[in-house]
């Protein structure tokens, strides 16, 4: 039988966060595969993206919902009828159906579980963070959030994991639920080889602004490499996060003009900005919670062809090699950071190749329709096997 998958998430669609272009992706392959699909987002904050509230994408129908919770109580029991009306709205009963549920379960979430399991969708996860590991900065009610879901993985169809650490993790939670290991997909999108850097030099941070992503350290070696460089060099920072985690990073880089903050850019401008940069970098502490998930920007970053710095957290290292591929860092640590960025603006020649040598590493981990293809392996593999050895699927795939 032919497959009917529903994404149900927090986040906006079509333009979005890292978890969205994960999704997006995904969604692609589906479309080209012609596997029916649909998106639906559930409460979340504003969406500072500025997403129709219900659109098509290629083939797929979507509805971000979250502006009703934030619209009074009859806003909120709107936003209730709609999500299940949507959940209703797309099953078909000449398919197999499955609904595709993010890391959590809310308790305002509980509710389209349930009754899309009672519907008759098969539950699946996909899971790219372990909120209740040291580190993760998350709320009481987050953390309660992922004790049920550790409760639902035990039922579900199978799971879908970003990194090594959160397999072994998703095992010992759920071990008699399949578990795939799926990296975060990014086409291609370098312009050329590139002969050397520009002037100034541009490097670049994107991605968010939380304790866990380092940045405050990252600017920190960066002050200090600028006071001892006669290169020109300049820090664009893209992204944001908590207006707490903001202000503190915009004090640390007010009154320096070779620092700018450019803030939410859209997808097609956040390209443009990673292409046209020289240096990209992806820094994170050492934390527990660091270490079980794995970056998108890390994806996106290679696929570019430009120099990459990354900290060598989780499971990066298993993809980059150290002067290879990318300049690699320890975490934590200052110094490494100002040496990483001496290293690089001095040796033009070898970073430029590095760069170059990251768009292998994009083709054979990061491609679209590998990873599609992967996803949709799998979920049929799961489907054929309801009573799988748990070795041979992850022997299959590891």
């Known amino acids: 039988m032919e497959l009917n998958i529903i994404f149900i998430r927090q986040h906006p669609f079509p333009v979005g966060y890292a978890i969205t272009k994960r999704h997006k992706y995904i969604i692609d392959y589906l479309n080209k595969q012609n596997i029916s699909c649909g998106h639906v987002q559930t409460r979340c904050g504003n969406d500072v993206f500025g997403n129709p509230k219900s659109g098509v994408y290629g083939k797929t129908e979507y509805a971000n919902l979250s502006y009703l919770w934030h619209s009074g109580i ?13 959940i209703n709205h797309h099953f078909r009963k000449e398919k197999i159906n499955i609904i595709i549920f993010s890391t959590l379960v809310k308790l305002d979430t509980l509710p389209f579980y349930f009754y899309a399991k009672a519907k008759g969708y098969k539950i699946v996860f996909d899971i790219v963070e372990n909120l209740s590991a040291k580190g993760s900065d998350a709320s009481v009610f987050l953390k309660m959030a992922f004790f049920i879901s550790s409760i639902l993985y035990k039922s579900a169809l199978c799971v879908f994991v970003i990194s090594h650490p ?3 993790a ?11 290991l799926l990296l975060n997909s990014a086409p291609i999108t370098s312009r050329g080889i590139k002969e050397g850097f520009s002037s100034p030099v541009r490097i670049l941070y994107s991605g968010t602004f939380y304790s866990k992503d380092g940045l405050e350290l990252f600017i ?28 503190k990073i915009l004090n640390q880089i007010k009154n320096n003009p070779s620092i700018k903050y450019l803030g939410f850019v859209s997808d097609s401008e956040l390209e443009n900005i990673i292409c046209n940069c020289d240096i990209l970098t992806m820094t994170r502490i050492n934390s527990q919670f660091a270490n079980y998930g794995f970056p ?38 200052v110094s490494s950071l100002v040496d ?17 040598n990251g768009i292998d590493v994009a083709k054979q981990y990061f491609d679209v329709q590998s990873n599609g293809k992967r996803f949709v392996d799998f979920l049929n593999f799961c489907l054929r096997n309801r009573n799988l050895v748990l070795d041979e699927c992850c022997e299959t795939y590891n």
Do not use: W
Not at 74 to 86: A, L, N, P, Q
Not at 220 to 247: D, H, R, V, W
């Open 296 to 333: 998108f920007k890390l994806s996106e970053y290679l696929a570019s062809g430009n120099t990459v710095l990354a900290t060598k957290v989780g499971d990066v290292p298993l993809y980059l090699k150290h002067l290879e591929n990318a300049f690699l860092v320890e975490p934590d640590n």
């Open 74 to 86: 009859f806003g909120k029991i709107k936003y209730f009828k709609e999500v299940f009306y949507f």
């Open 166 to 168: 959160l397999r072994s």
């Open 340 to 356: 990483a960025l001496n290293f690089l603006t001095t040796n033009e020649r070898h970073a430029v190749n590095m760069g170059r």
């Open 170 to 180: 998703i095992r010992r939670i759920a071990p008699k639920t399949p578990v795939c």
């Open 220 to 247: 920190k070696a960066y002050l200090q490499f600028c006071q001892n460089s006669k290169i020109p060099c300049e820090l664009i920072l893209t992204g944001g996060g908590m207006e707490k985690n903001k202000e």
